[in-house]
């Protein structure tokens, strides 16, 4: 088993910075690939980025290439989404997420555990 509890959402103005957390108990962190994700009033859970079960290989999606940065710390058992640049689109509950496997696009694999969400609002 595998919780996720995220934190560092909040209100920031557009154009402004925000770095999430996630952090995973249970020793099996570090076999997992790990992903963020978001969901928006109204709309659909949509894939935001993802990284290998050693850190070295990320992968997003188009909407935040170039702004957001994914890592992670496997002896803190921590993987982060480092956000520039943000936009009003960029509003939304984000998750963390245990992938069963990396994506890199195509098939998208199953998700093994969700974290709770954590809220970012950015204003215009």
């Known amino acids: 088993q595998v919780q996720l509890v995220e934190s560092g959402g909040g209100l920031v103005q557009a154009g402004g910075s925000l770095r999430l957390s996630c952090a995973a108990s249970?020793?099996?962190?570090?076999?997992?690939?790990m992903g963020w994700f978001r969901q928006a009033p109204g709309k659909e859970r949509e894939f935001v980025a993802n990284?290998?079960?050693?850190?070295?290989?990320?992968y997003y999606a188009n909407s935040v290439k170039g702004r957001f940065t994914i890592s992670r710390d496997n002896a803190k058992n921590t993987v982060y989404l480092q956000m520039k640049y943000l936009k009003p689109e960029d509003t939304a509950v984000y998750y963390c997420a245990a992938l069963n496997s990396y994506y890199s696009g195509g098939y998208f694999p199953a998700i093994d555990y969700w974290g709770q969400g954590t809220q970012v609002t950015v204003s215009s």
């Open positions: 990284i290998r079960m050693s850190g070295g290989t990320t």
């Open positions: 249970g020793r099996t962190f570090s076999s997992y690939p």
